[in-house]
């Protein structure tokens, strides 16, 4: 029987994103709740002496007891004489910033998808939040030639987004610079209150330094997903064949303890590293397998900062 085209199954899903596909994940946040946006909503001026997500400074005020002794306005205490703190008011659109790692080991995949695929579809969720949330979104990449997403609000905003992600997560970019520095790009775009999302390869946070987290971490929401595949994770007991460019084949003999244990050492254990670093330093920060729903991660904005050991 001859298979009818629109039957075909597409030999390229799970290896590339489309836009169709990111389009479609706009469905899986549409039920969920709305963050709360001050006491006042998204049109207020809920002041606060904390300064959290879509914060900017509105005045000051003397000191009283209970106030954040980390918004002590120190120029007008020094003038004054008198301790002041510092008010801060919501802000009507807050920034989402997808911060996207190209590095080449993201295009691999063993089961349902990419690691680079999986990481497009976490991206086109943040931009669909951005959207019901009333915020602004933008993404940027590592590298000095491809400019980054404008920050813009609405579907067309997302959209945007959503092309980038398809174009950079199609294939590895050739002038991709490495995660750090499209952090220090980031650094320029954001403003206190943004929320930052970072998809990286675990790979990649090893090479940033480590006191740009708890940077970020202090004035935005910081969130940072590893990208893996189960078999960096969980190796099959067995022998794996694998073929090169030129013809020969080779095995890579899994069936052995020494070698699992050596491939958990390189793969598994700097996961674990690293996941117990981001979140000591103020990270809201998990591990998001290829195999993975691609929501999986979103019970993480919200919730307190995570510890290292919890």
């Given amino acids: ?70 918004h002590i306005d120190w120029r007008l205490t020094a003038r004054s004489g008198r301790t002041h703190t510092k008010l801060f008011q919501a802000e009507r ?18 089961r349902v998808r990419f690691k680079s695929v999986q990481a497009a579809r976490a991206g086109a969720l943040a931009a669909w939040l951005a959207v019901r949330d009333g915020d602004r ?29 398809v174009r950079w997560y199609a294939r590895p970019p050739q002038d991709d610079t490495g ?4 952090l220090d790009h980031a650094r320029r775009l954001l403003r206190p209150g943004s929320r930052i999302l970072v998809l990286a390869d675990p790979a990649s946070i090893g090479e940033i330094p480590a006191q740009t987290w708890p940077a970020l971490a202090m004035h935005h929401e910081l969130v940072v997903l590893l990208l893996t595949d189960p078999l960096e994770r969980q190796p099959p007991a067995t022998r794996l064949p694998f073929a090169s460019t030129d013809g020969q084949r080779t095995e890579l003999g899994l069936d052995t303890a020494v070698i ?15 996941l117990s670093l981001l979140r000591s330093r103020g990270a809201r920060a998990m591990e998001l397998s290829s195999a993975d729903a691609s929501d999986a991660w979103l019970p993480l904005l919200g919730r307190p900062r995570m510890t290292a050991g919890k």
């Fill in 1 to 70: 029987m001859i298979e009818h085209p629109r039957q075909a199954k597409d030999v390229t899903a799970g290896i590339v994103p489309t836009l169709p596909e990111l389009i479609a994940l706009r469905a899986l946040v549409q039920g969920r709740r709305t963050a709360r946006r001050g006491h006042h909503g998204v049109q207020g001026h809920a002041l606060s002496s904390l300064r959290g997500r879509g914060m900017e400074y509105a005045e000051s005020r003397e000191y009283v007891q209970g106030d954040d002794a980390r």
């Fill in 93 to 110: 659109e807050r920034l989402s910033l997808i911060v996207a790692d190209t590095a080449p080991q993201l295009y691999f995949g063993t």
């Fill in 137 to 165: 979104v933008a993404t940027l990449r590592g590298s000095l030639r491809d400019a980054s997403v404008a920050p813009a609000s609405g579907p067309r905003g997302a959209l945007r987004v959503l092309d980038a992600l």
């Fill in 179 to 182: 995660l750090a520095t499209a």
């Fill in 260 to 274: 699992r244990q050596r491939w958990r050492q390189e793969f598994a254990l700097p996961v674990e590293t690293t």
